[in-house]
């Protein structure tokens, strides 16, 4: 993979080389372009798509669950894969290659409505998915040092939320071609997107500054962890602490991504095209909250910046839980939008300033198994209790309850002395 080196003694690499951008920056933007396809368009447009894939293939809520649980029993197995392949590909190759698959598995739901084979063509756009994820998370451990590894973490998450921008305006506005549906013009675009982004990766992405001859940007700081190969025994404890949060994480927003689209259409009884647009200003907000959080935690901590994430994402959750107002929708929304990536970003900055820039991977794959486990939990128990009680909000309220103890837990976590 990306091959760990001393760092320079050097108290801050300068934002511009010789005239130029710092090279580490560019890995970020282009990061941000990948996980725009991996996670935008491989995952969250999925939420725009199902009510009308949902209608088109009579899917009750049980199997819009289970559709979504194979995208994430993909991404999951990517997970597990990543630790094995990345060091040998590195992050430039194992990217490309997952944007290329996620292309690949499009194109095949674009040309079937026959439920079993989408089930598997989106199992290959979730292992796609995390394929992207892991190694652009990861590698910003080795571009930057702590002072900003936050920050361009929230870069890279930005890119889902253009994702979501895009799909909330453009899915309720697709007509069906020839013996295409909709649903299915729209999985046709985003794998020609998808492409494109492949391409532009494989000619952008370098696996370690030593390939530009650069130094990571930011200010070295005094006690950076430098050449673990592995997770010590004394660790292990703190990533399972770490792990815990993560899956809380993975169980709560992603019963929300999948299904408030679904809710605003069903419960609050609004139109596709209105609930699109909602969506849309979900992924607006979004492209800012990474950077945001991301920011928030190289000035607090991450220990602090994690329960103020978890502190929004309970009110997000309670208030559609416990009331069908819907101002009250409006509001979740807004606070929501503000914070969903807060948490994969500084989780993954806390897996390189606990763990070091050789062992961050290792550590995120462990903390992203953890966080995928309760992706694929949260959209199936979530669909069971919706066809138990004819909707989502009891899901919504044991959402919030679940963040909250994350709040408590996130509070418990040491305080990091690296940045």
């Not at 949902?54 to 997970?79: E, I, K, P």
């Not at 949060?245 to 689209?261: D, K, L, S, W």
């Not at 390189?352 to 992706?375: C, E, I, M, R, V």
Request: charged share 10%; aromatic share 12%; with cysteine.
């Amino acid at each position: 993979m990306d091959n760990d080196t001393s760092y320079p003694k050097s108290s801050r690499s300068p934002s511009f080389h010789q005239g130029k951008i710092h090279y580490a920056w560019i890995v970020a933007a282009t990061g941000s372009l990948a996980m725009f396809c991996g996670l935008g368009l491989g995952r969250f447009a999925f939420g725009m798509l199902l009510p009308s894939m949902s209608s088109s293939l009579g899917l009750d809520y049980s199997q819009s669950g289970l559709l979504g649980f194979t995208n994430l029993m993909g991404y999951l197995v990517a997970v597990i894969l990543s630790p094995l392949i990345l060091p040998r590909l590195g992050t430039r190759a194992t990217a490309t290659i997952s944007l290329l698959l996620i292309a690949f598995s499009m194109f095949g739901m674009a040309f079937t409505s026959n439920f079993p084979l989408l089930c598997v063509l989106y199992v290959l756009t979730g292992v796609g998915s995390g394929g992207v994820v892991l190694p652009m998370m990861s590698v910003m451990s080795h571009w930057f040092f702590p002072s900003h590894r936050g920050l361009a973490l929230g870069l890279v998450m930005a890119g889902p939320g253009a994702g979501i921008i895009l799909s909330g305006f453009v899915v309720p506005k697709l007509l069906p071609i020839f013996t295409l549906l909709s649903w299915q013009v729209g999985w046709l675009i985003f794998a020609v997107i998808s492409i494109l982004v492949a391409c532009l990766s494989f000619t952008l992405i370098r696996n370690h500054p030593d390939d530009v001859n650069q130094k990571p940007f930011g200010r070295l700081p005094t006690s950076e962890v430098k050449n673990k190969k592995k997770l010590e025994r004394s660790n292990i404890k703190l990533l399972v602490h770490l792990g815990v949060i993560f899956a809380i994480y993975g169980v709560t927003y992603m019963v929300y991504v999948t299904f408030i689209v679904t809710s605003m259409v069903e419960s609050y009884q609004m139109s596709e095209a209105t609930a699109g647009s909602i969506w849309a200003s979900i992924g607006l907000l979004s492209v800012f909250s990474g950077l945001l959080f991301g920011w928030i935690s190289d000035r607090i901590g991450r220990r602090l910046g994690l329960a103020l994430a978890f502190f929004f994402l309970a009110i997000a959750y309670l208030l559609v839980g416990f009331t069908d107002w819907t101002l009250g929708l409006y509001l979740s929304i807004f606070l929501f939008g503000i914070v969903v990536w807060s948490v994969p970003v500084i989780i993954s900055a806390c897996a390189g300033d606990y763990f070091g820039p050789a062992a961050a991977a290792s550590a995120l794959a462990a903390l992203t198994f953890a966080f995928s486990g309760g992706q694929a939990l949260g959209p199936v128990a979530a669909g069971y209790i919706a066809e138990t009680t004819g909707d989502f909000a009891t899901s919504y309220m044991l959402s919030g309850i679940a963040a909250s103890i994350a709040i408590a837990l996130a509070l418990l976590l040491r305080p990091n002395k690296s940045t």
